[in-house]
């Protein structure tokens, strides 16, 4: 059974960082890309950024692009979201999600059960 556990999340100010870690387990995922969404109140679940885990392309939402560094550890089968220069509009459920597939938006097959981020002003 494919399990995505996810950690690192809490309450940051403005300025600050933050590391999540995205622990996958319960098959092998070389073939898969691990991506980051989020999701805040009111809002839809919104892409943030993406990595496969074979040959470790990126890719990331033009909002986090120079701020959140998306990185993998195939030892440790765990993905990681460095999140530097946080915003109170970073603010949501941070959620990582596994696909088999080319989109690097849509198509996850598998997702965890979200961790908290909240950036006070």
């Known amino acids: 059974?494919?399990?995505l556990v996810e950690s690192g999340g809490g309450l940051v100010q403005a300025g600050g960082s933050l590391r999540l870690s995205c622990a996958a387990s319960g098959r092998t995922f070389s073939?898969?890309?691990?991506g980051w969404f989020r999701q805040a109140p009111g809002k839809?679940?919104?892409f943030v950024a993406a990595i496969r885990w074979s040959g470790g392309s990126t890719y990331y939402a033009d909002s986090v692009k120079g701020?959140?560094?998306i990185s993998r550890d195939n030892a440790k089968n765990t993905v990681y979201l460095q999140m530097n220069s946080l915003k109170p509009e970073d603010t949501a459920v941070?959620?990582?999600a596994a696909t088999l597939g080319s989109s690097w938006?849509?198509?996850?097959d598998y997702w965890g059960?979200?961790?908290?981020v909240t950036v006070s002003s």
């Open 44 to 46: 839809e679940r919104e």
């Open 1 to 3: 059974q494919v399990q």
């Open 31 to 34: 073939s898969y890309a691990m």
């Open 67 to 69: 701020r959140f560094t």
């Open 94 to 96: 941070y959620y990582c």
């Open 113 to 116: 059960q979200g961790t908290q």
């Open 105 to 108: 938006y849509v198509g996850y």
